[in-house]
């Protein structure tokens, strides 16, 4: 038995009849092709899916795809506009934030809302907002400096 699912993903709507089980974080890569979105331990400790389901940061893994029925849903692709990097995007870019970029999709979208609930966020508050995501890569020192990069720049400064 499928259930029907409607859903706006970075402003485009997709419906589909899907099987009740299918997680939300497949259903964006297979369903709607948007791969930016990773599946890292499919037990929601890395992070790696995070997404923004009505403006909340989400683990995709963690949720079926008929739990996102009627959503609005942002992913990596959805942030960059006209060709420009959203300032969280660039920030990675400018101080070496990607690292191997298997984190990455995950870590931008948890900034961007550690970013709208603390725009001017310290270091403790960036690192303490980003528990929930795992960068294997070693350290978290770029990705800190990214983040203070991004509020930077959506300041204004």
């Known amino acids: 038995m499928k259930l029907p699912v409607k859903m706006t993903i970075n402003g485009q709507t997709y419906s589909q009849d899907v099987e009740p089980r299918l997680l939300l974080v497949h259903y964006i890569r297979e369903n709607a092709g948007l791969t930016g979105t990773h599946v890292g331990c499919d037990t929601s400790q890395c992070g790696a899916c995070t ?5 909340q940061a989400v683990k995709s893994c963690t949720l079926f795809a008929v739990q996102a029925d009627g959503a609005s849903i942002t992913t990596i692709e959805g942030l960059a506009r006209n060709g420009d990097l959203h300032p969280i995007q660039q920030g990675f870019w400018e101080k070496h934030g990607l ?52 509020a930077e720049q959506m300041a204004g400064k």
């Open 51 to 55: 997404i923004s389901m009505n403006g």
């Open 99 to 150: 690292q191997c970029g298997f984190c990455t999709p995950g870590m931008i979208m948890a900034a961007q809302q550690l970013l709208e609930r603390y725009p001017r966020p310290t270091e403790e508050q960036i690192r303490h907002q980003l528990e929930g995501n795992l960068c294997r890569c070693t350290g978290y020192h770029n990705i800190v400096k990214a983040i203070q990069w991004a």
